[in-house]
């Protein structure tokens, strides 16, 4: 049996088990669990699910909340605000695992990990979502000294759609400011495989295909292991597409695009910056974050960029759950190295 093979069975587990209870929510499904590993880790982890951060009239129950990984007992430990992807229109802050598996293992590390929800597109479009982050990051440091956490130890981190979002947040400063704080109290962003600028116009790509700019299976598999050359879909040209990617949630006008790209905000004095790019990325993902980086030591901002050897889109995340995870690593160094200064 091939390594996606479990998971499929699993899939197909859950879709029987959706149609047997409609009411279910398939991201709360946990088909990518923490290993034991995570839970033998150096502190208890303590999960508080479902806390509303706004609650305004027009408040969504579900999409207005968050889940917290706390370290059990722990006092004035640093956290981490960590924002989910999905292309700014699928998934949630579990989707069936894949970041509460990663907010367990920050947990296990003495990390307080935050983990909201926020609106998504079509139903509504930018700047909606960093709204929500922004109302998500002012609840975490109004209330995070509640459960033992530091509320000047809080860091933004994001993966997909999700590292966009926390870019802008550091970046662009009117979302804080709207919730009276500025982005000095971010003190530090961990960005994993993000969208740092929205291009103009639709996307010429191809399905299938080795060109630059093609769209593979093997880029997204949410698979925990390696992506390595010569997966299926490289061994033919790929059929020509033109795609409006970011339509949806942001979109035709490409002013409004221009003002939504993070690389577009960058100025002097902003928090260091630790990037990640996977080796087997979605197309222009690479070369933004090399753009972004640039960008940001270009204005004497604290960045490094990382790229991880083996790793496609989703399994660049979906791997940062042990220590020895070359992702999980350096995301531990981060957060201990400048929760220090």
């Given at each position: 049996m091939t390594p996606a093979d479990p998971i499929l069975l699993r899939s197909i587990t859950v879709a029987i088990v959706l149609l047997a209870i409609p009411s279910c929510r398939v991201t709360d499904l946990a088909l990518w669990n923490a290993p034991q590993a995570v839970k033998d880790g150096p502190f208890k982890v303590e999960h508080i699910r479902a806390v509303s951060y706004c609650n305004t009239p027009d408040a969504f129950a579900h999409r207005h909340q968050l889940d917290l990984f706390l370290p059990k007992g722990q006092k004035s430990y640093p956290v981490v605000v960590l924002i989910?992807?999905?292309?700014?229109?699928l998934g949630d802050n579990r989707s069936c695992g894949l970041y509460s598996a990663v907010g367990e293992f920050l947990a296990s590390q003495g990390v307080g990990t935050v983990l909201p929800n926020y609106r998504l597109s079509p139903g509504v479009k930018h700047p909606e979502h960093i709204k929500d982050v922004a109302k998500a990051f002012a609840w975490t440091r109004q209330h995070i000294a509640d459960y033992g956490g530091s509320p000047d130890k809080i860091f933004v981190a994001g993966h997909s759609a999700g590292a966009h979002l926390a870019a802008l947040l550091a970046t662009d400063d009117r979302y804080l400011k709207s919730e009276g704080l500025t982005?000095?109290?971010i003190k530090g962003v961990i960005a994993v495989s993000g969208v740092y600028r929205i291009p103009p116009g639709k996307m010429k790509t191809t399905f299938g295909g080795a060109g630059a700019n093609a769209f593979r299976f093997d880029e997204i598999l949410p698979l925990r292991g390696v992506s390595g050359p010569g997966t299926p879909g490289t061994a033919f040209a790929g059929f020509p597409l033109r795609l409006n990617v970011f339509g949806p949630a942001f979109g035709d006008d490409p002013t409004v695009r221009a003002?939504?790209?993070?690389?577009?905000?960058?100025?002097?004095?902003?928090?260091p910056f630790l990037i990640f790019s996977a080796e087997r990325d979605l197309p222009l993902l690479p070369a933004m974050a090399e753009e972004f980086c640039k960008a940001l030591i270009a204005n004497g901002c604290d960045a490094r960029l990382i790229t991880v050897?083996?790793?496609?889109?989703?399994?660049?995340?979906c791997h940062a759950i042990e220590p020895d995870d070359p992702v999980a690593r350096a995301m531990l160094d981060f957060i201990r190295k400048h929760a220090a200064e």
């Open positions: 989910h992807g999905g292309a700014w229109i982005t000095e109290s003002d939504a790209s993070p690389v577009n905000h960058v100025h002097p004095g902003l928090p050897k083996n790793r496609n889109h989703s399994a660049v995340m």
